[in-house]
Each structure stands twice: as C-alpha cells, then as structure tokens.
C-alpha cells in the first residue's frame, strides 16, 4: 500500500506545484490571456473507460464558442470535437485558467487524489499531460496541446 501522500494533500497547503519523478506537476495552469485572446485546445489522447475533461475558465471575463458565452468551459472527451476554438471576452480578463476533470458514476470530479498537469513546452504551443485523481499518477489520462494567440 502506497503510505504517500496524494497530489490533492500536497497541494492543501497552497502548494502551486510539486516534483513527482523529475518532472513539475501542478493542480491547474494560468495562462496569461486579454480580451479577444484566442485559444485553442486540440485533444491528443483520453482513456477511454473512464470520462476525462479539460475545463477553461476565464478569470473576470467569459469564453465564447460557437456563439455562447460562458464562465467555465467543459471539453469532455467523449462529446466535444477534437479540436475547439474559443475567444476570450471581457475587458478585465488576465488569465486563462485551466485544469482537468474526470466523471466517476455521472459525478463531475477535479482536484483529488492523484490529479495533476506536466505541461511540455513547443514551439506554437503547450502539451498537457493530465493524471485523474484515481489509483496511481497516470499522465496519459488525458493530453491535450493547447495554445493562446493574444491580439
């Protein structure tokens, strides 16, 4: 039995990151965005048996796709395409803040366990490597390559 402490009880404390196995792992990203910022999420990868979602939220401001706004941003897996645009609104809007979400029996999870980001940096844009909170850190639960094009 792993006596470890989890992401979730490491981050408690306010902790913005931590290292597990050489790499910086952290509970959600902020990305610096304006008003009319584009983003765009391309999903690489998600497990398959169990939902995974990448959730947007844009501090002080909403985000557009499709001809709705909204505060918070859904992506799950199984239903959006795979690849979204969405536009950033708001004259106050600073950043862009995002983490993922996984379901467990129609339950809408983010936050525990084992759940975390490593992020890789390239050239046009960021690779997210997402572990859900369950059993062991898994950074295949869900990859997504997301950029911003600030106007």
Known sequence: MNTEPSFSERFADGTSSLIHQNQQVRPMLLLA???????????????????????????????E???ASAEIVSLW??????TVELLVNGPRVRWL???????????????????GIITESAE???TL???????????????????????
């Open 77 to 82: 897996a199984d239903t959006s395409p795979k």
């Open 33 to 63: 965005v304006n008003h009319h910022s584009k983003i765009r999420v391309q999903r690489i990868a998600a497990r398959s048996d169990r939902r995974q979602a990448l959730k947007l939220a844009a501090s002080n401001g909403t985000l």
């Open 97 to 115: 803040e995002v983490w993922n979400a996984w379901d467990i029996g129609g339950l809408e999870t983010a936050w525990l366990g084992n759940s």
């Open 129 to 151: 490597h997402c572990s859900d909170g369950l059993d062991d850190p898994s950074f295949s639960d869900l990859q997504v390559a997301i950029s911003v094009s600030n106007q």
């Open 124 to 126: 046009q844009h960021l």
């Open 65 to 67: 796709l499709a001809g």
